[in-house]
């Protein structure tokens, strides 16, 4: 008999509150804007993309000051 395995997947945190904030702007129970209702798509991407700008500049940054020292 073959062993299956079933991976994890789902729409994680992050969709299932895109999803009920979907749900409750159409349903007239919140007035906010559509950037806030979509926030938990583009927020941790945005918060990623960050952290990989700061990385990139401090690896450039070290690489500069390690030149200029050699």
């Known amino acids: 008999m073959a062993d299956v395995q079933a991976s994890g997947g789902g729409i994680g945190l992050c969709g299932a509150t895109f999803i009920v904030f979907l749900i409750l702007?159409?349903?007239g129970h919140i007035t906010w804007s559509w950037w806030w209702v979509t926030a938990p798509l583009w927020i941790p991407t945005a918060l990623a993309l960050g952290i990989l700008?700061?990385?990139l500049l401090f690896m450039l940054l070290a690489g500069i000051i390690g030149a200029l020292i050699k």
Request: positive net charge; glycine residues 0%.
């Open 25 to 27: 702007k159409l349903t």
């Open 53 to 55: 700008v700061i990385v």
